[in-house]
């Protein structure tokens, strides 16, 4: 059974950055992807980065490219969100999602979620 347990999130002032981790069990290869999705009330979700585990290509939204750094690691089995330059327009639940196979860095395409973990970004 797949789990993804995530961790980070918090309060960041406005310029300021954070990092969230995923880790993911369950999977019995590499063969597999993991996004970092993110949504705000009344709006629907939406992808922020996403990575394949076995070659590590990624993929980053508009909205965050330049100010996201998306990598598998520090552990096996992790993956880890670094955004920088935080604004109010990041303020969201942020969920980690995964699925098997090679795909697009879409939520229907993804068949595992974590509970989420909000980021406020306030001072």
């Known amino acids: 059974q797949v789990q993804l347990v995530e961790s980070g999130g918090g309060l960041v002032q406005p310029g300021g950055s954070l990092r969230l981790s995923c880790a993911a069990s369950?999977?019995?290869?590499?063969?597999?992807?993991i996004g970092w999705f993110r949504q705000v009330p009344g709006k629907e979700r939406e992808a922020v980065s996403c990575?394949?585990?076995?070659?590590?290509?990624?993929y980053y939204a508009d909205a965050v490219k330049g100010r996201a750094t998306i990598s598998r690691g520090p552990t096996k089995n992790t993956v880890t969100l670094q955004l920088n330059s935080l604004g109010p327009e990041d303020t969201a639940v942020y969920y980690c999602?995964?699925?098997?196979?090679?795909?697009?860095?879409?939520?229907?395409?993804?068949?595992?979620w974590g509970q989420g973990t909000q980021v406020t970004v306030s001072s």
């Open positions: 369950g999977f019995s290869s590499d063969n597999y992807a």
């Open positions: 990575i394949r585990r076995s070659d590590a290509s990624t």
């Open positions: 999602a995964a699925t098997r196979g090679h795909v697009r860095c879409v939520t229907h395409e993804y068949d595992y």
